[in-house]
């Protein structure tokens, strides 16, 4: 009786000491899970701040490079704007050089065409050859300067250059017509017939002779030739 006495209780004992135990593992494991927890968020909570830290660097590194390309692009543009600033420094050099060489050529050029008369405050332009008279035709009259040409003979042109609100006086008229018969191969004719318009109602013949127009709205008008009248404006 004894001896089952002492062997339930050493059951007991061995049942508590094997629920102590339990108990003691559960607690150190839900401890366990208490640390880990903590430490999860711990790290989590470190671990979020480098990150963080890690991409501003990456950041960083990256819009560095692209600066560095930026400015290496930039530098290579404004190399190539300063090569073509000096290329056009060259050509305007040139340029001006050759417009300073030609000029004086022009100029000669110009003041060697054609004959210059004034007649009453009136400017009358004479061609003596085919290529004056294209040339007056082409660069100094306008639309609504005169043209005078001899009917019957070949000649020069005579232009009288308009003048704005102001009507042509007889006497300018016949200075021209004058002129016109002194230049051509009718001055020993005598009496002369010449024809006259405004520039803008002449037309080029096609495929003509250098200067040669075709004119339309033309008067007529018939002068006795006066050689010295014509001379002596030549000589004011």
């Not at 082409?138 to 043209?147: C, K, L, S």
């Not at 004719?189 to 013949?205: N, P, S």
Request: hydrophobic content about 40%.
């Amino acid at each position: 009786m004894i001896h089952q006495f002492r062997d339930k209780k050493q059951i007991m004992k061995r049942r508590k000491n094997i629920q102590t135990l339990i108990g003691f593992g559960i607690f150190l494991f839900l401890v366990i899970c208490g640390v880990l927890v903590y430490l999860s968020g711990f790290l989590n909570y470190i671990g979020r701040p480098i990150w963080k830290a890690k991409k501003a660097v990456i950041n960083s590194v990256e819009s560095s490079g692209y600066v560095v390309r930026t400015k290496a692009s930039v530098f290579n543009e404004n190399q190539n704007l300063l090569k073509e600033n000096d290329d056009l420094k060259a050509f305007s050099i040139k340029l001006s050089k050759a417009l300073k060489e030609e000029k004086p050529i022009q100029q000669k050029v110009e003041t060697q065409v054609g004959l210059i008369c004034i007649s009453h405050g009136f400017t009358i332009l004479i061609g003596r050859t085919a290529k004056e008279n294209d040339f007056l035709l082409r660069h100094q009259t306008r639309g609504n300067d005169y043209w005078f040409h001899t009917r019957d003979y070949p000649g020069g042109y005579v232009f009288i250059k308009n003048i704005r609100n102001k009507s042509i006086p007889l006497d300018t008229l016949l200075d021209a017509a004058n002129l016109a018969v002194l230049f051509s191969k009718g001055k020993n004719a005598g009496k002369i017939d010449l024809y006259y318009t405004q520039v803008k109602y002449l037309r080029r013949a096609k495929n003509g002779p250098l200067g040669l127009v075709l004119p339309t709205n033309e008067k007529n008008l018939c002068i006795d030739f006066n050689k010295l009248r014509a001379q002596q404006l030549l000589e004011k």
